[in-house]
């Protein structure tokens, strides 16, 4: 049994910064691909970066500069700065292992400005 247990979200003001992880448990378990989706209301879930295994990682244009993705194993992290009101959303962490994928429960990550 995977699971994925998220933390990190939160309220912060525009301009701040937050740090989201997301840990995957279950014996011996190693996710390939490790990534962060994001969900505003009245909105589709949009992709906002992934990391590979080996490290590669890819970032949606509206994130570059400003998010950075990395993991340690099981575990994958995002730290966002320089928050903008247009962030605020459900993030989600999804993970992939072979053909299997995963997501977590989403946390709720909101910027006012």
């Known amino acids: 049994q995977v699971q994925l247990v998220e933390s990190g979200g939160g309220s912060v003001q525009a301009g701040g910064s937050l740090r989201l992880s997301c840990a995957a448990s279950g014996r011996g378990f190693l996710p390939n691909t490790m990534a962060w989706y994001r969900q505003a209301p009245a909105k589709q879930r949009e992709l906002v970066a992934t990391?590979?295994?080996?490290?590669s990682t890819v970032y949606a244009d509206s994130v570059k500069g400003r998010f950075t993705i990395t993991r340690d194993s099981a575990t994958v992290y995002l730290q966002m700065n320089s928050l903008k009101s247009e962030d605020t959303a459900v993030y989600y962490c999804y993970v992939t292992r072979g053909r299997d994928e995963y997501w977590g429960q989403g946390t709720q990550v909101t910027v006012s400005s």
């Open positions: 990391v590979t295994r080996g490290g």
